[in-house]
């Protein structure tokens, strides 16, 4: 691998160039202005257009009721089915996204070394990323079925389990399965991100390490972890986003199509009661307020998030 | 200048991207040489294929495009394409329980008496009709299509395993009532204890709860769940049968279900029309001559059942509207019930006709279905639905299902069930 070394500037340098005051030609803004037109119309419109719709009784055929204020936010804070959607959320988020991080840095730990046929492997992770969302949770089901899942019959033969586990009965077994699915689809998509990172981190880095005579591991959380920082905060606050809306794996998990995330919604997430008040009980305004509560809840994870991996680290 | 002209260029082309992708959403498709297209959008198989030919042949200047989607997919993407003002099909089939959501906003869809509904009022099954108008005469809100009656699907060698008659004359005279039907379930399950009675309960309390002249919703709409005795009466049974181990434990239409199905778990499961198609998929060929066809307790019912409509939305409402009629129609019904499909006919007529009263299946050991569906078909009194009730049915459903898991007892799971209702339908 090539040692990169920036060229240094030779030369003297010139006078410095007179800063142009910013607003005097329209055209940077033109340019960036296709993003924010379209961020208007996709974005901050349906954003503010749900925001009016929380605040009234709005049938989704029927279409705008009378104005209820903040009645349709009340009644979320008292329903306990709120509090079961936000538990299940944010616990299906975290079983699925702490270790799906730690296997891809692991993963791309493994990638990052002199493998034999390196692009293939690294081909070969990404695979989960094509198939359909659909199609890996019809297949998690059947692997996670009760009465001839493969799982089930796994756990059986090695004698971990006595009777068949009913995956989607119980707030534990749907979670678990439910962040299998996430994780296998999401674990490799990590790992090239993080692998991309570690390319990156200057080679001399290593071998003054390895001169210094530090071991593998030490080397990885010495070396590797502060060099990919960034990439590592980045794939936290996407994952997070991600994770925090996670709709299609419980939706399919549960073979109903009603979005009710089991008998006493065990596995609902926020999503899916946002679903079932907005496309099956058309009961837009209480929908829209979950939609706008989900909006608040993942800003604040994102800014812990945020706040927690920028943090200085003790020397 | 050279760079100049170009970034001018750039600046516009800039601004062009954002325009074209405003004005994507625009738009429409013309027809340039007078031919037309109309959409068709149902759930499921329809049997539609043969007809639609047979439809161009009469109306070369008409192209028809099928759409066919999961059954509350294709619901749910109606009530979006109603509630945006687009992209709705010319047709479109509404299954009878979701038919009363769709009432509310009636005003969405053509009124089928303006195109000549009215003179086929004698041809339907009088409640289909009603069902079909909404109780008032001068809206005819869709064409019926086929109906679902109700009879009980069972497995002949499971019985004779039990010692339980497996003639289907001997096997109805079984269960006059619900009551007895459990109670034979108790005689087989003492018997063959690796199997169950029925597949799931919640089939059970829908077939039952169809059977009803009113459910959960009273004449004038309001919410009755909780003061109908036979509520109640139907959810409780139901549930003590699934917790003295009747049930197969099978979430309805799962792939659980369908493999349940393939290996014969369940002696017995409730069989609308529609249903023997399910069973004879699922159980596959190999089955055949296992499976026979009994009358379903407590005489009678419907479960099931679709109306095609014409939203008022669409480009070709009269066109559409002369479609519906002609999928409707007797000759279509009668094609579609001796086809693959099997639905069962809404039309008097049809059902009268010697050839769909004398037909068989051979697969359900040559019962004889015309007979089974269509005279019950005939006997029915409607039962009642009303606009909310899917949101009803969902929370008794799931309680039942927590009964299934050994999660509740039935008294704690009719509790439960009468909270979650009252709280869904607020």
């Not at chain 1, 306990?80 to 299940?88: E, Q, R, S, W």
């Not at chain 2, 040489?33 to 499921?44: P, R």
């Not at chain 2, 069972?154 to 003639?167: E, N, Q, W």
Request: hydrophobic residues 45%; charged residues 20%; aromatic residues 12%.
């Amino acid at each position: 691998m090539a040692v990169q070394t920036r060229p240094l500037p030779t030369g003297r340098p010139g006078p410095p160039r007179p800063r142009r005051r910013p607003g005097r030609s329209p055209l940077p803004y033109l340019f960036v202005a296709p993003f924010f037109l379209l961020f208007a119309v996709f974005g901050a419109y349906p954003l503010l257009q749900t925001l009016w719709v929380s605040l009234h009784d709005w049938d989704r055929l029927a279409g705008q009721g009378e104005w209820v204020g903040l009645a349709n936010f009340r009644r979320l804070l008292d329903d306990a089915d709120f509090l079961t959607a936000l538990f299940n959320t944010l616990s299906i988020f975290l079983l699925s996204t702490v270790p799906q991080l730690l296997a891809a840095l692991a993963v791309a730990w493994l990638l990052d070394r002199h493998l034999r046929a390196r692009t293939v492997w690294r081909a070969l992770v990404l695979v989960p990323q094509y198939v359909s969302v659909v199609a890996v949770a019809l297949v998690f089901s059947q692997l996670f079925g009760r009465d001839y899942g493969v799982v089930n019959g796994a756990l059986q033969g090695l004698g971990l389990i006595d009777a068949p586990v009913d995956w989607t009965a119980d707030t534990w077994s749907s979670h678990l399965a439910i962040s299998f699915m996430v994780m296998w689809r999401w674990t490799g998509y990590n790992a090239l991100i993080y692998l991309a990172a570690m390319q990156a981190v200057p080679r001399e880095l290593y071998e003054s390490a390895a001169i210094d005579g530090a071991s593998r591991l030490l080397t990885f959380r010495k070396v590797t972890l502060p060099a990919i920082r960034p990439t590592l905060l980045f794939t936290v606050v996407i994952s997070t986003i991600g994770g925090l809306q996670l709709f299609a794996e419980p939706f399919l998990f549960d073979q109903q199509g009603n979005a009710e995330g089991g008998a006493e919604h065990q596995f609902q997430t926020l999503t899916l009661m946002l679903y079932k008040y907005g496309f099956i009980n058309n009961d837009a305004g209480y929908a829209s307020a979950v939609s706008w509560v989900l909006f608040l809840v993942i800003a604040v994870v994102a800014a812990v998030n945020l706040v927690l991996a920028r943090r200085p680290r003790r020397p | 200048m050279g760079r100049t002209r170009a970034r001018r260029t750039l600046g516009a082309l800039a601004a062009a991207t954002s325009l074209v992708a405003l004005s994507a959403c625009g738009g429409g498709e013309a027809e340039a040489d007078g031919t037309i297209t109309l959409t068709v959008a149902t759930f499921s198989d329809f049997g539609y294929k043969p007809l639609i030919e047979e439809y161009r042949r009469t109306h070369p200047n008409v192209v028809i495009k099928e759409r066919v989607s999961q059954f509350d997919q294709h619901h749910n993407q109606l009530s979006t394409q109603i509630a945006s003002g687009g992209g709705a099909a010319d047709v479109v089939a509404i299954e009878e329980g979701y038919l009363p959501k769709f009432r509310a906003v009636k005003d969405k869809f053509t009124n089928l008496a303006d195109h000549g509904a009215n003179d086929r009022r004698g041809e339907y099954l009088d409640w289909k009709w009603q069902q079909a108008t909404l109780g008032t005469s001068d809206f005819v809100m869709g064409y019926g299509t086929d109906v679902g009656s109700l009879a009980v699907c069972y497995r002949k060698d499971l019985f004779a395993r039990a010692g339980l008659p497996t003639d289907r004359a001997a096997v109805s005279a079984l269960w006059p009532t619900w009551d007895a039907y459990f109670a034979t379930g108790e005689k087989f399950r003492a018997k063959v204890k690796d199997k169950a009675w029925f597949d799931s309960s919640g089939n059970i309390f829908t077939a039952m709860m169809n059977q009803t002249e009113f459910g959960f919703f009273d004449a004038g709409d309001r919410y009755i769940g909780d003061s109908n005795p036979k509520v109640k009466e139907f959810f409780t049974a139901t549930a003590r049968a699934t917790a003295a181990g009747q049930s197969a434990n099978l979430q309805p239409f799962s792939q659980q279900w369908n493999t349940g199905i393939k290996l014969g778990r369940m002696a017995t499961m409730t069989c609308p029309a529609w249903m023997t198609g399910l069973i004879k998929t699922a159980a596959g060929e190999s089955a055949a001559g296992t499976w026979d066809i009994a009358a379903v307790p407590g005489g009678g019912g419907n479960w099931g059942g679709s109306f095609l409509t014409v939203p008022k939305q669409g480009k070709h409402v009269k066109e559409a509207a002369e479609l519906a009629d002609f999928l409707t129609s007797a000759a279509a019904q009668k094609k579609i019930f001796t086809g693959p499909v099997g639905a069962l006919p809404s039309l008097v007529g049809v059902l009268d006709d010697p050839e769909v009263e004398g037909a068989a299946q051979d697969w359900f050991s040559q019962a004889p279905t015309g007979e089974i569906f269509a005279s019950s078909a005939k006997s029915l009194k409607p039962n009642y639905r009303g606009t909310k009730d899917q949101q009803a049915r969902i929370p008794f459903g799931n309680a039942l299902q927590l009964v299934e898991q050994g999660k509740a007892d039935p008294a704690a799971a009719w509790d439960k069930a009468l909270a979650e209702a009252a709280k869904n339908l607020r």
